[in-house]
């Protein structure tokens, strides 16, 4: 079969390109090696829809923000359960409390020039607001929010398959012919056929890449990410980090669509330090 583009990985990357591509009069082609779609990294994550990204004049962090306004229509238009809600990044100590205003003036000016309202909120207001978190006062940040991440994949997958959009599932991509007009995609379940490839294989993108003879590296880390059953946090907590930690993913509570919470990722930070964070716990 011959297309006109073919995408290699149904996580939500690729499956939002081809949810784009389903609107044009075009074949596409979704190909993985999986036998259901979103079953790589994006069946196993927070499901926060983030705001501006450090670093804050990347790439990245344009898409986020991006991202992150178009979210509230697709989720109306495929029927995906979100929640906005703010992150509140705690001041756990005196040395944090008294730079608390510092960190508010250089949030307000990176995130606030995007519309996200960034604020001081005092103690009282966090324990009113947050009576499980642990802390002397927050910044908060307006415009996260929380998405079924399930619910998405399946949904834009639905989309896709309605649309003319075509999946070989099941199907690993085992190497390439770039010819001048089409590339030949070898899989091992025979042949495809596209004018374009585009390589959404996540983790192994750079293993794919390296099919079609081009060259680079992805560091990987691990972690952990807790799951409580109920609600302990109405936003999403994070400790106050006045000397980012390079290789650290992040790390918050983060209370999520099904009223469960997460913990995590842990990923150098450790859950001590989220543990830190609260008061008291389902857990504990
Ligand atoms: C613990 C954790 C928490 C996270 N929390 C958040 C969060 O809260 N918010 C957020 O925005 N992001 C979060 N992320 C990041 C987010 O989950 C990922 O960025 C996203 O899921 C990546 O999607 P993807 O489509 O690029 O990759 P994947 O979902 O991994 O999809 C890649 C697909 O390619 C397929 N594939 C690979 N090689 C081949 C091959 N040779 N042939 C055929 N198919 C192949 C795989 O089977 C897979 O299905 C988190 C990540 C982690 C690990």
């Known amino acids: 079969m011959s297309y006109d583009i073919a995408i290699i990985g149904s996580g939500v990357v690729g499956l939002f390109i081809a949810?784009?591509?389903?609107?044009?009069?075009?074949r596409v082609?979704?190909?993985?090696?999986?036998v259901e779609p979103g079953f790589g990294v994006s069946k196993g994550h927070?499901?926060?829809?983030?705001?501006?990204?450090?670093?804050?004049?990347?790439?990245?962090?344009k898409l986020a923000v991006e991202g992150n306004r178009l979210y509230d229509g697709i989720a109306k238009r495929l029927?995906?359960?979100?929640?906005?809600?703010?992150?509140?990044?705690?001041?756990?100590?005196?040395g944090h409390l008294i730079v608390l205003p510092a960190v508010w003036l250089i949030l307000n000016r990176v995130y606030g020039k995007h519309g996200f309202r960034v604020r001081i909120i005092g103690p009282r207001e966090l324990r009113r607001r947050e009576p499980n978190v642990n802390g002397l006062g927050a910044v908060e940040?307006?415009?996260?929010?929380?998405?079924?991440?399930?619910?998405?994949?399946?949904?834009?997958?639905?989309?896709?398959?309605?649309?003319?959009v075509d999946f070989a599932l099941g199907t690993e991509v085992r190497g390439a012919k770039v010819l001048d007009d089409e590339v030949v995609i070898l899989t091992n379940r025979g042949e495809y056929r596209a004018k374009y490839v585009v390589n959404a294989a996540g983790l192994y993108s750079a293993d794919v890449a390296r099919l079609f003879g081009d060259e680079y590296r992805l560091e990987f880390g691990k972690g952990v990410m807790l799951v409580f059953w109920g609600e302990?946090?109405?936003?999403?907590?994070?400790?106050?980090?006045?000397?980012?930690?390079?290789?650290?993913?992040?790390?918050?509570?983060?209370?999520?669509?099904?009223?469960?919470?997460?913990?995590?990722?842990?990923?150098s930070m450790g859950e001590r330090v989220i543990g830190q964070l609260m008061r008291r716990t389902s857990m504990s």
């Open 79 to 94: 029927h995906v359960r979100i929640r906005r809600l703010s992150a509140l990044l705690v001041a756990r100590n005196l």
């Open 19 to 26: 949810y784009e591509l389903a609107h044009y009069r075009i």
């Open 46 to 61: 927070a499901g926060v829809i983030h705001v501006v990204q450090p670093p804050f004049n990347s790439l990245r962090s």
């Open 232 to 267: 302990q946090t109405r936003n999403i907590i994070a400790p106050l980090q006045l000397i980012p930690n390079p290789k650290t993913k992040g790390g918050a509570v983060i209370p999520t669509v099904f009223g469960t919470t997460i913990w995590g990722p842990s990923l």
């Open 141 to 164: 940040v307006e415009g996260y929010g929380v998405i079924n991440s399930f619910e998405l994949v399946s949904q834009l997958y639905n989309f896709c398959k309605l649309n003319g």
């Open 29 to 34: 082609l979704v190909i993985d090696r999986e």
